[in-house]
């Protein structure tokens, strides 16, 4: 006799359809084959504990266990379920059960209980495209597969309970109203600019940061905000579309960062990275890949404080995927392509002690100390990031003043509208925001007229500006005109984004 049901593994951020096959011959033992790894193999302790719990037992004969297709690694727990319901369909302990149009998922407790596995979200939509008749997942992922439409869920939260929905009483399906769901989104966020004091200047750079979603790098002394600042960046982003929300729940599934009985993320990411992360670790990989810090930043912000710290290799892994917005893991029998449309946001000391161009303290290091300390970021990193903002500590009369700064809904209304002017713009170029233009479409959508081009050009000179700021400059320019309703830029546009290249004048450091 022979039982069939469907399950999924998880490559990358996509699901490839299982089919599970359980067979019983002449003889004993229990042979697992179709490239399982430890966990799967381990599969059959959990099985005939959960089993004896619910007042079954295995098959006493030999029971052959096929996961095809055969060339695909199957890894992880989320095969003990559908292969627990094989076995008491093909040993007839549950009576004549047609269970192969379902997809089933979910790890076993020795007591039976069922526990949340990863990468919920992907299966449901693999299961959709399949058209399977329903899917049947752990209680605490229910939730975030229901969010795929056209497709019964049904949580399960102990073995005994899919037994009595095969024989007696059937599960009630989940269900989500996903629309409503996104609609109604969490707006409040922990951090606010309104608790800011001063730094306006500061302040305007992140509007234009969030506004153009361009890369930024705040350069300061220990103390003068940066990593306040950074932190409330999140609160002045434009709110996730639906898409975006399903594309960063996806991620997050799969790496297993949803909390249990998560839904759907509504906020954009904000992932603070340690200067001790690896490369793996920030770009994903491993010998089984996982999404790394980028693509959990995915939409969202990706934070490197005390960027001069990272690894030179770490912070050199970053140039592709900014450029790209993605990255490619390649192996000997794979690729996997996991996305990473990131705002990277780095803080930084001037130099070792802190205090290079502190308007009240002076620089203990020598030139040649702060030099080697700023060369630690590559010219072809530095070239990626758009605005450079110096930060300078806020004095002590506006530390206490009891008066509040503009909230983050005033800023972030603005960043919105501006970002609404950019889909307009954009809508046929498959970019969403001023800092993706690339060399074309900048000589498109950004025309100088003399005055600009003259104010640009004495500032290229004076300000010895390298080469590659021009575009920059340019995009930043844009932004800015955007931020203002302007259909052209104008010269104070220019004037403005030149003010954002400090570490681009050769005499940075000198």
């Given at each position: 006799?022979?039982s ?7 490559l ?31 599969s059959?302790?959990?099985?005939e504990?959960a ?11 030999k ?7 055969a060339?695909?690694r ?21 009576g ?12 076993l407790s ?25 899917i049947?997942?752990?209680?605490e ?8 439409s056209g497709?019964?869920v049904y ?11 095969f ?11 996903l ?12 951090y606010?600019?309104?608790?800011v004091?001063g ?7 992140m509007?234009?940061?969030?506004a ?5 790098i705040l350069?300061?002394?220990p103390?003068a905000?940066?990593?306040?600042l ?11 579309t639906?898409?975006e929300?399903l ?15 998560q839904?759907?993320i ?9 200067h001790?992360i690896s490369?793996?670790g ?8 996982q ?5 959990l ?6 934070f ?7 690894k030179?290799?770490v ?16 192996r ?22 802190g205090?290079?161009n502190?308007p009240?303290?002076?620089c203990?290091?020598?030139t040649t ?8 970021i ?8 758009d605005l450079?903002?110096?930060?300078t500590?806020?004095?002590?009369k506006?530390l ?8 983050s ?5 603005r960043?919105?509208?501006a ?9 046929e170029?498959g970019?969403?925001?001023n800092?993706q233009?690339s060399?074309a479409?900048?000589k498109?959508?950004v ?9 640009l ?21 844009r ?10 830029i104008l010269?104070q ?7 954002f290249?400090?570490l681009?004048r050769?005499?940075w450091?000198?």
């Amino acid at each position: 006799m022979l039982s069939k049901t469907m399950s999924a593994a998880v490559l990358g951020v996509d699901a490839w359809p299982i089919t599970i096959e359980v067979n019983l011959t002449e003889g004993l033992g229990y042979n697992l084959v179709g490239l399982p790894d430890n966990a799967v193999k381990e599969s059959m302790h959990r099985i005939e504990s959960a089993l004896h719990e619910c007042g079954f037992m295995m098959p006493r004969r030999k029971v052959v266990i096929n996961l095809a297709p055969a060339d695909i690694r199957k890894e992880g727990s989320a095969f003990d379920l559908p292969l627990a319901i094989c076995l008491l369909s093909v040993s007839e302990q549950i009576g004549a059960v047609d269970i192969s149009d379902y997809f089933i998922m979910g790890e076993l407790s020795l007591d039976g209980s069922v526990l949340p596995v990863k990468g919920v979200l992907s299966m449901a939509l693999l299961a959709k495209k399949m058209g399977m008749q329903a899917i049947f997942v752990p209680k605490e992922n229910a939730r975030e597969a229901a969010i795929v439409s056209g497709l019964s869920v049904y949580g399960v939260g102990h073995l005994q309970e899919l037994v009595d929905h095969f024989v007696t009483e059937p599960l009630v399906a989940v269900r989500v109203d996903l629309q409503e769901l996104f609609d109604h989104q969490d707006s409040n966020f922990v951090y606010d600019f309104q608790d800011v004091k001063g730094q306006e200047g500061i302040k305007r750079a992140m509007e234009i940061a969030a506004a153009g979603s361009h890369n930024a790098i705040l350069i300061g002394p220990p103390g003068a905000g940066k990593t306040m600042l950074a932190k409330r960046l999140p609160s002045i982003l434009p709110p996730l579309t639906l898409e975006e929300a399903l594309e960063t729940t996806r991620l997050h599934s799969v790496a297993g960062k949803l909390h249990a009985n998560q839904t759907l993320i509504t906020q954009r990411p904000y992932r603070s990275v340690h200067h001790t992360i690896s490369d793996i670790g920030l770009v994903g990989g491993g010998a089984h890949p996982q999404p790394g810090e980028i693509s959990l930043a995915h939409h969202g912000v990706l934070f490197l404080d005390e960027l001069p710290e990272f690894k030179r290799v770490v912070l050199e892994v970053l140039r592709q995927p900014m450029e790209e917005r993605r990255i490619t893991i390649s192996r000997a029998r794979f690729n996997v392509e996991f996305p990473a449309n990131f705002m990277l946001v780095s803080a930084m000391n001037p130099c070792p002690c802190g205090y290079f161009n502190h308007p009240e303290r002076a620089c203990v290091c020598g030139t040649t100390v702060v030099q080697r300390y700023l060369n630690r970021i590559s010219g072809p990193l530095m070239d990626r990031i758009d605005l450079h903002v110096e930060v300078t500590p806020v004095p002590f009369k506006e530390l206490e003043s009891r008066a509040l700064g503009e909230s983050s809904a005033s800023i972030r209304a603005r960043v919105i509208k501006a970002r609404q002017i950019q889909q307009v713009r954009f809508k046929e170029k498959g970019i969403y925001a001023n800092a993706q233009m690339s060399a074309a479409q900048l000589k498109e959508f950004v025309q100088l007229d003399d005055a600009c081009a003259g104010l640009l050009r004495q500032a290229m000179q004076r300000l010895s500006l390298s080469a590659r700021a021009y575009d920059r400059i340019l995009k930043v320019a844009r932004t800015i005109a955007d931020l203002e309703g302007s259909e052209g830029i104008l010269p104070q546009h220019i004037a403005e984004a030149i003010q954002f290249r400090s570490l681009d004048r050769e005499s940075w450091g000198a």
